[in-house]
């Protein structure tokens, strides 16, 4: 060990004793004081710069009076005398209070305001000076007529400046500046004080004013808020003003003045609420004739009509409903007791509203109740469903709420609701996860909102569909959508819901799907399953190429390419393992740009192209886990996917080019640093290096040179000896 480390040791051995020792002496003391019933002030001297001053007395308070009275020190010596048990009169109130057996809180506060007096004030409850109270107390804890402890208080208290009048908190009244200026006298700074060149400031006095009232400071800050006009006969000066002045000026009373409301009108500021934390309720609805797409359904008494839904993310569980509005949403709650209120307890006559139907009439909502099968498809956790001794049964809970809405122009026609509940079996605690949703029906189809208009929106549905066989008179084509797949609890294919394709958003998404080795032994069924699962994502033939297509329109629909798997290619399945399985299946979207809408592009889609990717599959024994390779009913689980990639066609504007063109490139400015198409692009408006005068200007002299070099030059010479030989 070093010299420096045993220094270091030997200082904290000394800290820790001398901390001991400090905490020793402090527990001797409160035992000696409990024992030999000894008080003393905590703290035995205080300076009080307030109307407050508070104190504890410790140890034996059983016994104890406290006396209280003014003191000033000797002049002589300076001390103070000794603690008395005769109290005298002040203006301080002293006050106590029991806080155990051992300790009392004593308290002093101030009986007089520490308002500042005014002039002339006879009211003796104020301040004559700004030190309002200058004085020493003393407090002595008697037994008896004998002292036991004392307490000196140092009381330095200034007044309080205060405004004389206060302001209203209701409204500020602002003077009206047509007849009286907001600020008067903007250079008066300093309160009840004379500013220096403010010869506007009320604070100055006669005999200030007159050292500076040459000197004023001008303009509005000066208090010439408001001048006077030039042509008001008070402003006119003998080296300003013209011969005739005196007869065209104008006398006109200084209420008069055109500075006057120049860039305020007085008003009457109301004060505003501050901020609230409390949760704001719903505004009354208001009563509605008919429906249209988006304004909320009402009830029969004007209100709301309500069904849980997400709102910022969260669920609420009244929600208004809007008007052709179709959503679907899941809820989660977590049950750690049998739920009693609504929406997961709710009965069916509080379910049958009668709601507007928006032609004048009503509609009663018609409840259908189904037991749900499954509850594993609402509850997140397996504790939830296990069954013991000490589980609480839950009857009649509410898992699913469906409403399906029809409508028929601005009215609806009948509202159908599904409502599914379970009895829920809970051991400790359990996620419940619930459904909530409405569909809007226009006879027996929904009512799809489109995904742009025309050409599609980044975000919206892709559009599908499929041929409608019920209706093949009219060969229309019955809407769909193209999907992903969407696990949920789980993860297993076996579980999973589907998501919409949303048009220009690239996505990947998958399922588990558990393998046994049994099922390793029939490659060709397993691979036969696969591919069914995967095209029961998409069973659309057919895509829009916009965001509002017809369905009678074939015009408007493209067919779907659809990649076949290669049936030749040899699989080499082996025992364990199977080769060629579809686990993946990517859809390509190719769309183009075909106008603008607003300054919004317009994208149509050109195709659609689904094709599938093959991976081997075969069960891992590694890792010290070999019971699915031992146990043939034991599973291991393998992924299945499905993406989504867009891909924007190039727009290619330009004609192609020639043959020349492309092998002649002297006079392409692309590909050469000497351009001499553009000989003249300095005299061209599209040249913005300077001006185009001085540009121009510069491009004629250089004519000008041009000009007179082919005049002086050899060129000219010759054609003027041609011409004489010519002549002769």
């Not at 005999?207 to 006119?236: I, M, N």
């Not at 750690?336 to 069916?348: D, E, H, K, V, Y």
């Not at 121009?696 to 030059?713: D, E, N, P, Q, Y």
């Amino acid at each position: 060990m070093s010299e420096g480390d045993q220094m270091a040791n030997v200082v904290d051995v000394l800290m820790s004793s001398s901390i001991s020792r400090q905490v020793a002496c402090v527990l001797l003391f409160i035992s000696l004081a409990h024992t030999q019933n000894i008080v003393v002030f905590q703290p035995s001297y205080l300076t009080a710069s307030g109307p407050t001053v508070t104190a504890l007395l410790l140890g034996n308070t059983s016994d104890i009076s406290l006396n209280l009275r003014a003191v000033s020190p000797s002049n002589k010596t300076g001390s103070i005398g000794s603690p008395s048990c005769v109290a005298e009169e002040t203006q301080w109130v002293l006050t106590r209070e029991q806080l155990g057996k051992t300790a009392v809180r004593v308290q002093l506060k101030l009986g007089k305001s520490l308002r500042l007096c005014g002039e002339n004030e006879t009211d003796t409850d104020c301040c004559p000076k700004p030190l309002c109270v200058v004085e020493t107390l003393q407090v002595s804890a008697c037994v008896g007529s004998i002292p036991q402890a004392s307490l000196l208080i140092q009381a330095n208290i200034y007044a309080l400046l205060v405004p004389a009048s206060a302001g209203s908190d209701n409204k500020t009244v602002i003077p009206n500046q047509v007849y009286q200026t907001l600020g008067s006298c903007p250079c008066d700074l300093t309160f009840r004080s004379c500013d220096v060149r403010c010869c506007c400031d009320k604070d100055c006095s006669p005999e200030e004013l007159k050292l500076f009232v040459s000197d004023c400071l001008p303009g509005p800050f000066g208090g010439h808020v408001s001048p006077a006009p030039e042509y008001q006969c008070s402003v006119q000066s003998s080296k300003n003003s013209p011969d005739w002045f005196p007869f065209l000026c104008v006398n006109s009373p200084t209420e008069n003045n055109p500075y006057l409301g120049l860039f305020y009108q007085g008003k009457t500021i109301t004060s505003k609420p501050g901020p609230s934390f409390q949760r704001t309720a719903l505004s009354a609805p208001e009563p509605v004739d008919v429906y249209i797409e988006g304004s909320p359904i009402l009830t029969l008494n004007d209100q709301y009509f309500t069904i849980p839904q997400k709102v910022l993310g969260r669920c609420v569980n009244s929600a208004p409903v809007a008007f052709l509005k179709n959503f679907q949403v899941e809820c989660v709650t977590l049950l750690r007791s049998c739920p009693t209120g609504p929406p997961l307890q709710s009965l069916p006559t509080d379910l049958r509203l009668k709601v507007k139907n928006g032609l004048g009439g009503d509609v009663t909502v018609d409840v259908i109740d189904e037991e749900a099968i499954d509850l594993g498809l609402f509850i997140s956790s397996s504790d939830a469903v296990a069954s013991s001794d000490e589980s609480l049964v839950c009857d009649n809970v509410t898992v699913a709420l469906d409403y399906k809405v029809y409508w028929r122009g601005n009215g609806i026609t009948n509202i159908t609701l599904t409502r599914t509940v379970g009895t829920i079996t809970l051991n400790n605690s359990g996620a419940l996860i619930t459904r909530y949703s409405a569909m809007f029906l226009n006879g027996e189809f929904m009512g799809e909102s489109n995904s742009g208009n025309p050409g599609y929106q980044v975000g919206r549905p892709v559009i599908a569909g499929t041929v409608d066989t019920l209706d093949n008179n009219t060969g229309s084509i019955q809407r769909t959508s193209v999907n992903l797949w969407k696990p949920v609890s789980d993860g297993l294919c076996a579980t999973a819901e589907k998501k919409l394709v949303l048009f220009g958003e690239n996505s990947t998404s998958g399922c588990l799907l558990p393998i046994s080795q049994q099922n390793l032994t029939n490659c060709s069924l397993l691979r036969e399953t696969v591919m069914s699962l995967q095209a029961a994502l998409n069973t659309a033939t057919y895509v829009a190429k916009s965001g509002n297509p017809d369905p009678l329109t074939v015009t408007d629909w493209l067919n779907i390419s659809f990649v076949t798997l290669n049936s030749s290619t040899a699989m080499e399945d082996t025992a364990g393992s199977c080769y060629g399985v579809p686990s993946h299946q990517h859809i390509h979207v190719r769309s183009l740009i075909t106008g603008l809408v607003d300054g919004v592009p317009q994208r149509d889609i050109r195709a659609l192209q689904v094709s599938y990717s093959l991976s081997p599959w075969a069960l891992d024994c590694g890792g010290g886990d070999v019971s699915p390779c031992v146990d043939p009913m034991e599973t291991q689980l393998f992924p299945i996917t499905s993406s989504v990639t867009f891909t924007d066609i190039p727009i290619n504007t330009g004609s192609p080019k020639t043959r020349f063109q492309i092998n002649f490139t002297e006079y392409d400015c692309s590909r050469n640093d000497v351009c001499w198409p553009e000989l003249a692009f300095p005299i061209t408006k599209y040249y913005t290096g300077e001006p185009y005068s001085q540009s121009l200007a510069k491009g004629l002299i250089l004519v000008f040179f041009f000009i007179t070099a082919s005049i002086l030059g050899t060129p000219w010479r010759q054609i003027r000896q041609a011409w004489s030989c010519f002549s002769l």
